[in-house]
């Protein structure tokens, strides 16, 4: 079996090949999402504590990553999803989004539970550890809204409603583009949350780093 530092290595390189594929079809965002769950990875080899994350949050940040660069791959050069629309949005906006919220989800876990090995002042419990990566998530997804309507906006869709042309709000598909993320991170980092929480029962939360060193 890899070891969580061997998994961590394919993370990174296979984050560096998502944030090259993100910039050239316009998916900046996924930049910042990567770029923050990398710091987080390599964080630990650096740190005066020394513990590694667990093997299994390192390989569940490789599987967001993965994921995302095969749906960027069957959406944009194979063109799998076309005409597979939901409330007006694509596809594949939904599939990226469900593989981000999983990125950020770790990357949310990996935070808290590193400030919370350092730091004497906070001991928090596993079920804190796990909300707070579910809010952190969340963070992450309602950021993506600033970043999806420069994007759109620089696309021409119709994004105020002073525009003579603009549509009606109800037509108008801006609105459900910029939503589908943070639609599917609700639903998705509650998921994550739950499965989470029922993963670490009867476990203290050093099943979150290498061989349970904490």
Known sequence: MLRASTLRLLTIVAALVLAVMSVLIGGMYWVLVVAINVVLLTQPSRSKVGEEYSRYIVLLSLLAIVGEMLNILLGEYTHLYDGIIFLKVGLEAYIS???????TFMSGLMFISRMDMISGSIHLTKRWVVLFA???ALA??????????VYLYSEGYYMFNL????PDPADRVS????????FVA???SALFAIITTRLMRGHGKEVLYEEGRR
């Open 140 to 149: 992450i997804s309602v950021g993506s809204l600033f970043f999806e309507f």
């Open 97 to 103: 989004a469900f593989f981000m919220t999983l990125s």
């Open 163 to 166: 525009d003579s042309d603009n």
């Open 175 to 182: 609105n459900n583009l910029m939503m589908a993320g943070p």
């Open 186 to 188: 609700t639903f998705a």
């Open 134 to 136: 579910m809010m952190f």
